[in-house]
């Protein structure tokens, strides 16, 4: 084997690969001015927002103060399988980074070859042994094309780790919310059990003075009514209640826990446990909250990055192959002294005519990172407006659950008087069943202004970021602003 280059020499070069992989054609990053106003229309007046301080980053489980939600919670988080593809996802990721990242390194392996021909001067057949450690292809990243794909390989990691974040968010407030549906199904499956309760007392004692000739036929066939349309409805909530114990159930990963149910059947909405308050803060305080804008911005940094990677293919490349090992025309021959050698070899490849490709891709690139660039504005656009929504609802919500508080204490009070007067004959019954069917309705209409109030509430602790857990975090297998340069 000969010896053209040195193992001094191979080390040289390699260690010269080594300090020049640190010249990068990556554009400098510049974050995009965030495309909305400097503040909350709403936040003014809101319950829970602020103008200049600080919104926390307020954990879910000191959000969600109840017990029974807080183990349901932690079910989902434990048993989804959304969140397990999400968490997978993150590991397929980091393990895509550490094959990007080794292509920066020498691999080197064990190579052995036997070769058998004849000799064209003598004819004699005659066999070739050789064993020993070998270099492949390795590319001196002299324009910083491999480290450019690492960086590259290193955002697309984070932003898979971002997206894991924000579904985590999006799955803790969905079964909160599904969890204070159910308490809501439940306080009007009980109310329309009284009300069905009540009306079939009605229509008893109607049918009774319609026998004895006091009440009309009429009467009777409108309480009648009003007992099947109390009945219809009766059943239509219990199916909607099933539906929602499927739909929780789902979100868990498995069966709803028996104590659950068992609680639930004693809950009432004006009876959960508060929900903390969170601040709304600053527009711009998004930009470090809200996961899927740092998503979106980890997805810039990786376009940014393929600019550099594409720039790069412009420039020669230079690849080193190397071998140390020995060679014998015997088996026995092979490792004794007088047989070793090492040889390394350079290989140049500057692009002179691509037809275009090389052109074509870093067009590609930048068009990726306009691209990138308007799905992270829109990003943050559509983080504003829902952060908006949620205070803009917060103060009308809580004017309209005050009012329809006091109508239906007012048409509570209505049907009172409604029924003395007609069991003293002063009124009809057909005042006293109106009376009936408005504060059946307002009763309703009260539960579900309530329950919109709390969704309200969740969805605003969402919009602003919300809190999930970070130990996925200490996977990283660099800081963020390594990605960046």
């Not at 103060?65 to 590991?91: K, S």
């Not at 968010?169 to 308490?183: D, F, N, P, R, Y």
């Not at 499956?189 to 007392?201: F, G, N």
């Amino acid at each position: 084997m000969t010896k053209p280059f040195s193992l001094t020499t191979l080390t040289a070069l390699t260690a010269s690969g080594l300090l020049l992989a640190g010249c990068s054609l990556i554009p400098a990053y510049e974050r995009p001015a965030a495309p909305v106003p400097a503040h909350y229309a709403q936040s003014a007046g809101a319950t829970g927002a602020t103008d200049s301080s600080a919104a926390p980053s307020l954990a879910w489980r000191d959000y969600f103060t109840d017990a029974q939600l807080q183990q349901l919670i932690e079910l989902a988080l434990a048993n989804n399988r959304d969140l397990r593809v999400a968490t997978l996802n993150l590991e397929k990721a980091r393990a895509q980074f550490q094959i990007q990242r080794s292509a920066q390194f020498p691999q080197v392996s064990v190579q052995g070859n036997a070769t058998r021909g004849n000799n064209q001067e003598t004819g004699e057949l005659r066999t070739v042994l050789s064993a020993g450690l070998a270099i492949p292809a390795w590319e001196l990243d002299f324009f910083g094309r491999i480290s450019s794909l690492k960086a590259q390989a290193l955002a697309e990691y984070l932003a898979t780790d971002e997206a894991r974040k924000a579904f985590e968010l999006t799955l803790v407030t969905s079964v909160a919310q599904m969890w204070l549906t159910l308490v809501a199904d439940q306080e009007l499956l009980d109310l329309s059990k009284r009300t069905l309760e009540t009306r079939q007392a009605s229509l008893d004692l109607t049918k009774l003075r319609l026998d004895t000739g006091v009440a009309s036929e009429l009467d009777y066939r409108q309480a009648q009514s009003l007992a099947e349309g109390a009945r219809a409805t009766y059943a239509q909530q219990q199916r909607q209640q099933a539906l929602n114990l499927n739909a929780l159930a789902l979100l868990l990963g498995q069966e709803v826990p028996q104590s659950a149910l068992e609680h639930l059947s004693n809950m009432r909405l004006n009876l959960t446990a508060p929900l903390a308050d969170v601040p709304a803060g600053l527009p711009s305080e998004l930009l470090t909250k809200r996961p899927d804008i740092r998503q979106a911005e980890q997805r810039l940094l990786a376009a940014n990055a393929n600019i550099g990677a594409a720039r790069a293919a412009f420039f020669p490349s230079i690849s080193l192959t190397g071998q140390y090992g020995s060679v014998s025309g015997e088996l026995s021959d092979l490792f004794k002294s007088g047989t070793w050698g090492f040889t390394t070899s350079a290989v140049l490849n500057l692009p002179i005519f691509t037809a275009g490709r090389n052109t074509a891709n870093l067009r590609v690139s930048k068009v990726n990172r306009d691209i990138a660039v308007a799905q992270y504005e829109k990003a943050i656009q559509t983080a504003f407006q829902e952060v908006s929504d949620a205070l803009a609802s917060s103060e009308t919500l809580a004017e309209q659950a005050r009012a329809q508080s006091a109508q239906a204490e007012a048409e509570r009070r209505r049907m009172e008087l409604a029924d003395l007067r007609y069991r003293n004959g002063v009124a009809s019954y057909l005042d006293l069943l109106d009376a009936q069917r408005s504060l059946f309705a307002l009763e309703q209409a009260e539960v579900q202004t309530r329950l919109a109030q709390l969704l309200n509430r969740i969805n605003l602790y969402k919009a602003l970021g919300g809190g999930w857990h970070e130990a996925s975090t200490s996977m990283a297998p660099q800081t963020a602003a390594d990605s960046s340069h």
